[in-house]
């Protein structure tokens, strides 16, 4: 293996930290930036640092913002008797680009996990809670990642939330747009049949 130079090898392991990066991919990653002008890096460390001190979590749903409020809580044209629960504000970036959705969101900031210590209390569960005191909304819409984590807290926000008079729903999960049944697996795919709908 060649030895790189101090400076390199430090650049490609902290790119390597990045989610979905291995050293590999980091490598590439870093000889790109290397190719660059130092104008140009010098403009992408900016912009690092930059998000790194202007954002933060709204202070309403705990979405990411520059302001106290949020595009999203601060749009009045949004409905406000729908609130849609995701894990983190990646999921409302998501939800935001299929142009559908015109409720407000509550980020919990995670997933319950009993195996790794994750708690009701690590998450923004109380906040949600209290914000469904006024009564002004009348549903909430869980959109928390279909995975046993997820799952788990879909499930104990359904069973916090039973009794009040505020409609619970889970967004659908089955097979995507455009994939063959025999590529689907059986998990989705009895997912799909029990979620079904009639036309």
Do not use: W
């Amino acid at each position: 293996m060649i030895p790189l130079s101090p400076s390199l090898d430090r650049l490609i392991t902290e790119i390597a930290k990045l989610p979905g990066l291995g050293r590999k991919s980091a490598a590439r990653l870093a000889l790109f930036i290397l190719r660059q002008s130092e104008d140009d890096a010098r403009r992408l460390a900016d912009a690092i640092l930059d998000v790194k001190q202007r954002i933060h979590l709204c202070s309403v749903c705990a979405n990411l913002t520059e302001d106290d409020l949020c595009s999203v809580c601060s749009d009045h044209k949004r409905d406000r008797g729908l609130i849609c629960v995701v894990e983190t504000p990646g999921d409302v970036l998501t939800l935001e680009k299929t142009n559908v959705y015109r409720g407000l969101y509550h980020v919990l900031g995670g997933a319950l996990s009993p195996l790794d210590g994750i708690s009701p209390q690590d998450l923004r569960t109380s906040e949600l809670f209290d914000r469904l005191k006024d009564g002004s909304v009348r549903e909430v819409i869980l959109a928390t990642n279909p995975t046993p984590e997820g799952d788990v807290t879909a499930l104990f926000l359904a069973r916090e939330l039973n009794g009040r008079k505020i409609a619970v729903s889970r967004i659908a999960r089955g097979v995507p747009i455009g994939a063959e049944l025999e590529n689907v697996d059986e998990v989705t795919l009895a997912r799909a049949l029990e979620g079904r709908t009639s036309v």
